[in-house]
């Protein structure tokens, strides 16, 4: 349904919703089609665009985690595994089985390493996606001709999932429209009154114009600003939360060619790192810096860059440099406080709801991979403070299917020119960008440009070159002015100029 519709709907709606939902990242979105497919009536509002929170900004992986295993967390492991398993059998068209190699230096390690990803394995049970292999050095050069051999003894191959995270979330929303849900971005939550009903004000960002929405339950699913909009209820600071900040690289895939991905299992800092082939580039990343405040737009910090750059060095046949960076980004690790956890990395990526004040329970921690999990056991609590019939979940019968591709198709047929490519090099098209807007519910260019195509994410110099094409393409089919126009190209190079590596200018 478009947006002035929905909009409309609102206006006029004279009865409660059974619930509404604050936040359009993985969790917000889950919690839509939940409870939509359940039957309720579901309003979803989102500050900015859907997934410009940290649900863009991951390392793509539906994955277990084999690091948490190290610290113990066997049931976490378990139950994202089985996760995994009903994500690639509901989402094909964006969820794939992804090879990686862990390399070895001395038998002790291969022993190691061997035996922690035969556990993953055997955890995962019927759910593995494949047999975890013991590799000589031979083979794992051969797997990996990137790697330096120096030193190399051997390796280990497994199997874990990746998916284009800000693509599979807007999937996520079309379903639950499909289902019944209304999902509004650029819908920012001012005030909430608790009660039963509860109210809930948002302000449309578009036009500035406030509206009003009473529900029998609200969850509050936002993600790294979920302390601040439960305060929003109670009047109270909260301070749940402890924000994670990690960064990714992306590279030419030549730096470490082929399919397979690496995982550095042990850092400089003790984490683990990956550098995965992702949309023919190479993804390398992340870090776990604590930082103190939620930030829509984090910024990769120069010692975070530096970090991943020599980790690189110290695998990498080829060390790539700083301007062989083609996009950086940083996102923000909504993570549940513990008391006596010393460092972020050691916080446990477990997932907490509560009840927060009369009508609204809050959903905190979790990661993308166990979305649907966090979503289910948040409707299940927002269903009971209903006061709703109770009826059960069935998120895991109901495949996500990615139209967008299908949408453009017909449209490359149907329009000449909308073939071309948005900026040379770039393998988005003029159609997919009309694709976006007429279905994808993008508003901004920056909408286009980051989440319904990767571009911003993968090569932010290109981006910045779209950036005008793709501006005057959307002026003319959203009748933008020309002032419009120049202010959207104008915000679009400044967010774009944080995916720049330092030493590079987004004016050149
Ligand atoms: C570097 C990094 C790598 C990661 N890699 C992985 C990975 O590979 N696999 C994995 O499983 N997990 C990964 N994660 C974790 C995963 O990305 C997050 O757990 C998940 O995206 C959080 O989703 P969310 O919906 O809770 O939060 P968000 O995506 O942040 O969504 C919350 C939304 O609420 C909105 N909001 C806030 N306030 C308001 C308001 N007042 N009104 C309306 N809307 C509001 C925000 O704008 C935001 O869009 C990673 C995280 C990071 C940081």
Redesign the pocket.
């Known amino acids: 349904m478009n947006r002035e519709k929905i909009l409309e709907s609102i206006r006029t709606r004279s009865e409660p919703w059974d619930i509404v939902v ?9 919690c839509a089609l939940d409870a939509a497919s359940r039957g309720l009536s579901v309003l979803l ?19 277990g ?1 084999v690091r948490y295993l190290e610290h113990g967390n066997v049931s976490l492991v378990r139950e ?1 595994l089985a996760e995994r398993k009903i994500l690639l059998d509901l989402a094909p068209d964006f969820i794939r089985p992804q090879p990686f190699i862990v390399p070895c230096y001395g038998l002790a390690e291969k022993l190691y390493y061997g035996a922690g990803l035969k556990i993953y394995d055997a955890l995962a049970g019927r759910r593995s996606l494949g047999k975890t292999e013991l590799l000589s050095g031979d083979e794992t050069r051969e797997a990996l001709p990137g790697l330096d051999p120096v030193g190399l003894s051997g390796g280990i191959r497994y199997l874990d999932a990746q998916f284009d ?1 800000a693509r599979f ?1 807007l999937a996520l929303i079309g379903t639950a429209e499909e289902s019944g849900a209304f999902a509004l971005n650029y ?4 005030e909430i009154s608790s009660g039963e009903p509860a109210r809930v004000s ?1 302000r449309d960002e578009d036009t500035g114009e406030l509206f009003e929405a009473e529900a029998k339950a609200v969850i509050n ?6 302390d ?2 439960n305060s ?1 209820a109670t009047g109270e600071p909260d301070s749940r939360i402890a924000y ?5 690289l992306v590279f030419d895939p030549e730096f470490l060619p082929g399919a397979n991905a690496l995982m550095i299992p042990k850092t400089r800092d003790g984490r683990v790192l ?1 550098a995965i082939p992702w949309l023919g580039k190479l993804l390398v ?4 810096t604590a930082v103190d405040e ?1 930030a ?1 737009e984090p910024l990769a910090l120069d010692s975070e860059i530096e970090f991943v750059l020599e980790t690189c060095a110290g695998y990498f046949k080829h060390a790539p440099e700083r301007n062989d960076i083609r996009s950086v980004f ?5 993570l549940i406080k513990e008391d006596r956890a010393t460092t972020t990395s050691r916080i446990s ?1 477990e997932h907490l709801v509560e009840e927060t004040v009369l009508g609204m329970v809050t ?9 649907r999990r ?1 979503a289910k056991d948040a409707v299940d609590a927002a269903q009971k403070m209903a006061g709703t019939p109770s009826k059960p979940c069935v998120s895991d019968s109901i495949a996500i299917r990615d139209r967008s591709r299908e949408i453009a198709a017909a449209l490359i047929t149907d329009g000449p020119g909308l073939g071309e490519a948005i900026a040379p090099g770039a393998q988005y098209t003029r159609a997919d960008v009309l694709a976006a807007i007429r279905n994808g519910k993008a508003m901004k260019l920056e909408d286009v440009l980051a989440r319904r195509t990767r571009l911003l994410f993968l090569d932010a110099r290109t981006a910045i070159e779209a950036a005008r094409p793709v501006a005057e393409l959307m002026a003319r089919e959203l009748g933008w002015s020309g002032e419009r126009l120049e202010s959207e190209i104008g915000e679009f190079r400044t967010v774009a100029s944080n995916y720049l590596s330092d030493d590079q200018d987004p004016h050149s």
């Open positions: 604050i936040g359009g990242g993985a969790t917000g979105a889950g509002l989102e500050q900015a665009d859907f997934g410009k929170g940290t649900s863009s900004r991951s390392t793509k992986l539906i994955h985690g994202a995270d979330l819908s920012r939550v001012e948002f699913a936002a993600g790294i600003f979920a601040r909009v929003l994670s900040q990690g960064i990714h990956f990343g992340t870090t776990d939620p829509l940083a996102g923000i690790r909504p990526r959903v905190r921690g979790g990661k993308w991979t166990t979305y966090m």
